[in-house]
């Protein structure tokens, strides 16, 4: 099976800050890849697909890239808004892989 | 307005049963696969099954031969009937939107997830 390792797990962050999170698939995927905003006790709300695809109504401070087993979820401009856990996940084979998530926390 | 509501959830002795409900409204329902993912408080999300638009159902292994996924697509319905249910199964449970078929084939946004409920919560607990 396919295993995905967000990093960091936790970031520490201010608005306006431009931010980064790393998933890195145990082997290539492509670009089978997709990026989960969730805030607690909400259900997780897609922003990203085939790892650079925005979503439609998703703001545009909202960036995926990479290909292969290297990618990111980039905020440009961290808003308020922002702040929250954000899943990276895969399919294979007929299974779905989520990462263990990263926190945005307030700096 | 296109959503999910989920039901069906609550407190089960181990080795009990339970059935979760998914009503879908907004969307042609008989049209997309659809899952169900399921979350350990505080920890991350786990895909517990799919089933797609012609029936065939998927599983990983941690909850194959257990839980059962099905569909009802006059009554825009998904249910997941969970059986043999452990400690390790208490986590919020959602139903998720996956990818659109049509008669003109499948389009899929990545295999992703593009619409969520809001969960039911299941506790499995003596």
């Known amino acids: 099976d396919i295993q995905m390792t967000q990093s960091p797990s936790t970031l520490s962050a201010s608005i306006g800050d431009r931010v980064t999170i790393t998933c890195r698939a145990s082997q290539s995927i492509s670009d089978s890849l997709a990026w989960y905003q969730q805030k607690p006790g909400k259900a997780p709300k897609l922003l990203i697909y085939k790892a650079s695809s925005l979503e439609s109504g998703v703001p545009s401070r909202f960036s995926g890239s990479g290909s292969g087993s290297d990618f990111t979820l980039t905020i440009s401009s961290l808003q308020p808004d922002d702040f929250a856990t954000y899943h990276c996940q895969h399919y294979s084979s007929h299974s779905y892989t989520f990462g263990q998530g990263t926190k945005v926390e307030i700096k | 307005e296109v959503q999910l509501v989920e039901s069906g959830g609550g407190l089960v002795q181990p080795g009990g049963s339970l059935r979760l409900s998914c009503a879908a409204a907004?969307?042609?329902?008989?049209?997309?696969?659809m899952h169900w993912v399921r979350q350990v408080k505080g920890k991350s999300l786990e895909w517990v099954s799919g089933i797609g638009t012609a029936g065939d159902t998927f599983y990983p292994d941690s909850v194959k031969g257990r839980f059962t996924i099905s569909r009802e697509n006059a009554k825009n319905s998904l249910f997941l009937q969970m059986n043999s249910l452990k400690a390790g199964d208490t986590a919020v449970y959602y139903c998720?939107?996956?990818?659109?078929?049509?008669?003109?084939?499948?389009?899929?946004?990545?295999?992703?997830?593009?619409?969520w409920g809001r969960g039911t919560e299941v506790t499995v607990s003596a």
């Open positions: 907004g969307f042609t329902f008989n049209t997309y696969d």
């Open positions: 998720a939107r996956g990818t659109y078929c049509s008669s003109d084939g499948c389009y899929t946004k990545g295999m992703s997830f593009d619409i």
